[in-house]
Structures are given as C-alpha cells and as structure tokens.
C-alpha cells in the first residue's frame, strides 16, 4: 500500500493549488480517502475526505467554500483543489486511506509521506 501527496508549494494569499494523492498497492474503490494537515507545533486535523461509497465528501469549517476534494477512479487519483489559500493554511498536507469517511487521524491506517504548503507574501 503506498499514498503519494504532491503538489505543495510556496503561494502568495489568495492564490491556489493542487494537491493530488497517487494511490497504489490498493483498490480506490474499496477505500475512503482523507486529507490532513500538521502545521509546526500543532496536531494534525482533517482537512477533508471523501467516501468511497458515493463520494459524498465532508470539509473541516476552516477550508469550506475554498478547497475542493475529488477522485479520479481510473488514475487512482484524489486531488485536493486549494483556492483563495491564507496563511494559516501553512502546513504539511498528507493524505489518507481509511475504510469509512472519517474524520478523526484514528480512521485511517495508511498515510502518505507529507507536501508542504506555505502560504506567504
């Protein structure tokens, strides 16, 4: 099993990113798929994730109306689309594999290695 976040990057205020989350070793399918994030001297939160069952998704309030989480089942792929970024989503983003949409880092069993995001001027 192996999760591959990539994407981070230096962004001025208000701009966007990409994030996207390889998934291998797995069937997507069976699988929800969560993103987290861990700035420096605080715990990691859930960002969003989305079911494997319909896709339905949930959003932490912090990013709601901003980031956009989606999956592309034949590129086993599940993107986190960042707008209108602000410094306090400066953090290390790392993705998840969990068997039901949870929103607690308990839910998952499987974590990618991290991407950085920096929002700064």
């Known amino acids: 099993v192996q999760l591959q976040a990539s994407g981070g990057g230096l962004v001025q205020p208000g701009g966007s990113l990409r994030l996207s989350c390889a998934a291998s070793g797995f069937t997507l399918d069976d699988y929800s798929i969560g993103w987290f994030r861990q700035a420096a001297g605080e715990e990691r939160e859930g960002v969003s994730c989305?079911?494997?069952?319909?896709?339905?998704?949930w959003y932490a309030e912090s990013v709601k109306g901003r980031f956009t989480i989606s999956r592309d089942m034949a590129k086993k792929t599940v993107d986190l689309k960042m707008n209108n970024l602000k410094p306090e989503d400066t953090a290390v983003y790392y993705c998840?594999?969990?068997?039901?949409?949870?929103?607690?880092?308990?839910?998952?069993?499987?974590w990618g290695q991290g991407t950085q995001v920096t929002v700064s001027s």
């Open positions: 989305i079911s494997k069952v319909d896709g339905s998704t």
């Open positions: 998840a594999r969990g068997r039901n949409l949870g929103t607690g880092v308990d839910d998952y069993d499987y």
